[in-house]
C-alpha cells in the first residue's frame, strides 16, 4: 500500500506489488546467503496478462514447475500423491483483483472484500470472488452452488450491507477467469 503506482490500479498493479515483494525478498536471499528465489508460477500461467511476471523475471526469480513444463493438473496430481492436504485447494488470486481496473485499491476496500470472502468460506462455498464495484459487491459463485447461496441470501446480504455494500449480486455467469463477453460467446 505504499506505492501510489500500486494503489492507482492502472492495469500494472500486480507488477509493482511483486517488484516489492521480490526486492524485500532479494534482500532476505542475499542476507541468508541463498542462491536464488523462486516461485510456484506453471506452465498454465504462460498464457494470461501477467505483470508480476514481468517483475518476477527482472528480478531473477526461477520458476521451477514453468521450466519443468508442468501445469496446474500435474502439480496438483504430484501433490495428491504426496499426500500432500492442499491437493485441491481452490485458486485464490489476490484480493485486490477484485477491484476494477482504473478504481483505486484501498485498505478499507481489501477488508471488506476480504471479510466478505471469508463469510462464503465460512458458509462452505468452494469457489468464490467478491468483486467491489462499490457500491455493489458482485458476487461470483459455482454455478453448482448458486442455489444454495439463495437459500442463505438474507444472511449473505445482512452481512455484506454491514461492511458498506449498498447493493449484493450474484453474477448469473458463475465464477470464472474468463470475462463475460468470452463466456457468452462460449455459450453460442
Known amino acids: 500500500m505504499d506505492s501510489e503506482a500500486y494503489r492507482a490500479n492502472r492495469g500494472d498493479r500486480c507488477y509493482h506489488c511483486k517488484k516489492a515483494l521480490f526486492t524485500n525478498l532479494q534482500g532476505i536471499r542475499l542476507e541468508r546467503q541463498l542462491a536464488v528465489l523462486v516461485d510456484g508460477s ?19 526469480v526461477r520458476s521451477p514447475l514453468m ?18 492436504p492442499q491437493w485441491d485447494k481452490p485458486a485464490m488470486a489476490c484480493l485486490a483483483s477484485r477491484v476494477p481496473v482504473g478504481t483505486a485499491v484501498t485498505t478499507a476496500a481489501l477488508l471488506c472484500i476480504g471479510s466478505a470472502e471469508e463469510l462464503l468460506h465460512g458458509l462452505g462455498f468452494r469457489q468464490y470472488r467478491v468483486r467491489d ?25 445482512a452481512v455484506f450491507v454491514s461492511l458498506g455494500y449498498g447493493r449484493v449480486a450474484l453474477d448469473l455467469a458463475g465464477y470464472g477467469q ?10 453460442q
Open 178 to 187: 474468463r470475462g463475460i463477453q468470452q463466456q457468452i460467446k462460449d455459450s
Open 133 to 157: 464495484e462499490h457500491p455493489t459487491a458482485r458476487t461470483e459463485l459455482l454455478p453448482e452452488e448458486m442455489e444454495r447461496a439463495l437459500s442463505l441470501r438474507q444472511e449473505i446480504v
Open 42 to 60: 506453471n506452465r498454465d500461467d504462460l498464457g494470461d496478462d501477467r505483470p508480476g511476471r514481468r517483475a518476477a523475471l527482472e528480478a531473477g
Open 67 to 84: 521450466e519443468l513444463g508442468l501445469g496446474k493438473q500435474q502439480v496438483r496430481a504430484a501433490a495428491r500423491a504426496l499426500g500432500l
